[in-house]
T-cell receptor
Framework: DAGVTQSPTHLIKTRGQQVTLRCSPK?????VSWYQQALGQGPQFIFQ???????QRGNFPDRFSGHQFPNYSSELNVNALLLGDSALYLC???????????FGSGTRLTVV | RKEVEQDPGPFNVPEGATVAFNCTYS??????FFWYRQDCRKEPKLLMS???SGNEDGRFTAQLNRASQYISLLIRDSKLSDSATYLC????????FGAGTRLAVHP
């Protein structure tokens, strides 16, 4: 039973570029949440997708957008990258968002 | 005020010590509570859920006080392998984390 898988594992981008990160949830999970974790900080909630719609959103600018597909997989898009967007981006899946969340191993994004 | 606040640490303790972490949350509508463990440059992994009645898993004990909006984690007989960052998380249809408390267990 595959857990949550994220791709790519590492990424280096230049300021102003756009990036797309991908997440496949754990089998049986229908809800995907995205988090940004800067060094030395806890994960910060970006948004959550359920039934292909954004259900909840944290305090992140519109440069951060996402999508959920019919197979429950999800993408996180970040436009106009800033140096401050450098972080570990984590995807977590759950059943309906009410129970335990399982995390992927993350994508480490570096913006130069 | 942050939604979830934790002792910043770091906690440096010898093997065999008992260590306690505390966490407070601001949203009284919070539905469920968790402790996660995160190793350096890895993803958070669920350590245990936290129930009102308190729960224990081996050397780990978690407590929840809804009236005070307070969660705790007690680790007894610390092992070197317990060295990690411990994150408390509060769920109200989205999982919100504290900043984490770093634990370093030394010989």
């Amino acid at each position: 039973d595959a857990g949550v898988t994220q791709s790519p594992t590492h990424l280096i981008k230049t300021r102003g570029q756009q990036v797309t990160l991908r997440c496949s949830p754990k089998s049986g999970h229908d809800t995907v949440s995205w988090y940004q974790q800067a060094l030395g900080q806890g994960p910060q909630f970006i948004f959550q997708y359920y039934e292909e719609e954004e259900r909840q959103r944290g305090n992140f600018p519109d440069r951060f957008s996402g999508h959920q597909f019919p197979n429950y997989s999800s993408e996180l898009n970040v436009n106009a990258l800033l140096l401050g967007d450098s972080a570990l981006y984590l995807c977590a899946s759950s059943m309906g968002g009410d129970y335990g969340y399982t995390f992927g191993s993350g994508t480490r994004l570096t913006v130069v | 005020r942050k939604e979830v606040e934790q002792d910043p640490g770091p906690f440096n303790v010898p093997e065999g010590a008992t260590v306690a972490f505390n966490c407070t949350y601001s949203n009284s509508a919070s539905q469920s509570f968790f402790w996660y463990r995160q190793d350096c440059r890895k993803e958070p992994k669920l350590l245990m859920s936290v129930y009102s009645s308190g729960n224990e898993d081996g050397r780990f004990t978690a407590q929840l006080n809804r009236a005070s909006q307070y969660i705790s984690l007690l680790i007894r007989d610390s092992k070197l392998s317990d060295s990690a960052t411990y994150l408390c998380a509060v769920n109200y249809n989205k999982l919100i984390f504290g900043a984490g408390t770093r634990l370093a267990v030394h010989p």
